[in-house]
């Protein structure tokens, strides 16, 4: 028997909820003492982030035509892109998993057949720390004085959250950073991407690309560092020439990791998941849960400008992703978002725990926002789906439009394991006009990661088509990737890639279609 989603014991989902920057918050006060050594040191065992699922790969290699058990439809032609957190070198201090360094997951398919390659992305710090053998870094995006100051002097990208093909541009990104670029053959590094001199600052790692237009719109948070409510929103076309940008200032200094985007808008909510440069100067939290500050929403026309855009308030409440937005007929704008009550992972502002744990996980909620109502209550919301979720994903032809099909990933718990906690995460399929859910689940100790859609051909209707997921196997301690008919998700996978050895736990990817060239 498959055990029940349960949202109270989602251990996984707990840990991978943590999607933005900081696990834990190191102070700008902490010290420690350190012995410089130029051989590698191992690696703590005593940080979750650094073992079985999560543990760093420290190797790079290719495989060509790899076995196949079940059958990979051959129209299953293009590249599938997926990046997420590796570790070159063991850290100096506690590890937070966003801090590692990006290592870029590439599986091609065509003729039925499925290739591999895996790089890491040769940002600076990678290149820094290549030189000198050993670990350079405290191990978290928070200021640590246990970071050499080499290293500070760089602000080098970890280049570990998400990978985009977009304008002919390969690029990794990760949001308090440049684009980085790679070449979308070999994964070879190109160096940091400023789109030709326009853009400068940071760049989201959740960029949101016009299946009609080819536009992709991004926005930037902390452009006048990373404590500042400064921000802007880019807008480049289907060949990457920025169009514009647009400066404005949010509410408050928070972490904005995604947002959303319609044909006719753009939406900020903005967290209170503070920011706060004082707090860290004194000690405490440098990021940290304060719900009295509420939820604000922003919302700016996408023909409009910064001027014109105006702010909501509401309940505190924390969303990671949206899975998809669109306007309806009657001028509102409709958000499908996983949706949290406090923000995962992180602590209040004194330093103490939220309890996420006694709080519940994220579940699929749909936010319905009337821009015409100029009052705090413009938002009203109402669940989905019962299923603790994360990742969610949709087909990408009906983004920023009315849509039937959204796919998460999944959690699921048992209590007959051997410390009493057992997890495996799979795959979910939700009919959002029906609200019928189709579902598959791995063994225990088995983790689907996000999964990503690919359509049966240009033409085909929504949702008909293939959903792709790098499935982790406990007991062998080593990953396949799994394809799975979209619209017959509870029946399993139809076609899985063997790999020899485990991907590690991965953030976000993308698929880009037709022949390698």
Not at 69 to 91: D, K, M, N, W
Not at 134 to 156: F, K, M, Y
Not at 205 to 224: M, Q, R, T
Not at 450 to 471: N, Y
């Amino acid at each position: 028997m498959r055990p029940s989603p349960d949202a109270n014991a989602s251990e996984l989902l707990r840990r991978i909820a943590l999607h933005v920057f900081h696990s834990k918050n190191v102070p700008l006060a902490a010290s420690q003492s350190m012995e410089l050594n130029t051989m590698a040191k191992p690696f703590p065992l005593d940080n979750p982030f650094l073992n079985g699922y999560y543990a760093p790969l420290h190797l790079e290699g290719d495989a060509q035509n790899l076995p196949v058990t079940g059958e990979l439809p051959r129209q299953l032609v293009g590249t599938l892109y997926r990046i997420g957190p590796s570790p070159q070198f063991a850290p100096r201090g506690h590890y937070d998993w966003f801090a590692g360094d990006g290592m870029v997951h590439m599986f091609r398919f065509a003729d039925g057949r499925a290739s591999y390659r895996n790089r890491w992305v040769r940002t600076p710090k990678w290149e820094l720390e290549h030189a000198e053998g050993e670990g350079l870094s405290a191990g978290s995006l928070a200021p640590s004085p246990l970071t050499d100051q080499r290293l500070v002097d760089l602000r080098s990208t970890v280049a570990n959250t998400n990978v985009v093909w977009h304008g002919g541009r390969l690029v990794a990104l990760e949001e308090t950073h440049r684009p980085f670029e790679l070449d979308a053959q070999t994964l070879a590094p190109k160096g940091y991407c400023d789109y030709d001199g326009q853009l400068s600052g940071p760049m989201t790692a959740h960029p949101k690309i016009d299946p009609v237009s080819g536009e992709l719109v991004s926005f930037s948070y902390g452009v006048k560092g990373l404590f500042s409510p400064d921000m802007k929103v880019h807008v480049f076309d289907r060949d990457g020439r920025l169009q514009r940008s647009e400066a404005f200032t949010a509410p408050f200094a928070s972490v904005v990791h995604d947002f959303c985007v319609t044909r006719s808008h753009i939406v900020f909510p903005i967290f209170p998941l503070t920011a706060s440069f004082e707090r860290a100067k004194s000690g405490k939290p440098a990021y940290a849960w304060e719900p009295a500050m509420g939820t604000h929403i922003g919302i700016m026309r996408r023909d409009g400008t910064a001027a014109d855009m105006h702010w909501y308030s509401g309940d505190p409440s924390y969303v990671f992703h949206p899975m998809n937005a669109y306007d309806t007929d009657d001028g509102k704008i409709v958000c499908d978002m996983i949706e949290y009550p406090i923000a995962p992972g992180y602590p209040n502002v004194d330093g103490t725990p939220t309890g996420i744990a006694q709080q519940g996980a994220g579940r699929l909620v749909r936010w319905v926002v009337d821009p015409a109502n100029r009052s705090d209550r413009c938002c009203v919301k109402h669940q989905l789906s019962d299923v603790a979720a994360e990742f969610p994903a949709h087909d990408r032809r009906f983004a920023m439009q009315v849509y039937k099909h959204g796919f998460m990933m999944s959690s699921t718990m048992s209590e007959h394991s051997k410390d009493g906690l057992a997890a495996c995460a799979g795959i979910v399929h939700i009919d959002l006009s029906t609200g019928a859910l189709q579902s598959w689940n791995p063994p225990l100790g088995d983790f689907c990661g996000e999964p990503v859609f690919v359509e049966r051909h240009a033409g085909a209707d929504e949702g008909d088509g293939w959903l792709l997921s790098v499935l982790y196997r406990g007991a062998e301690n080593r990953s396949d990737l799994a394809v799975f008919d979209a619209g017959k998700v509870d029946t399993g996978p139809i076609g899985l890639v063997q790999l020899s050895h485990r991907v590690p736990a991965l953030l976000h990817g993308n698929w880009r279609a037709g022949a390698a060239n």
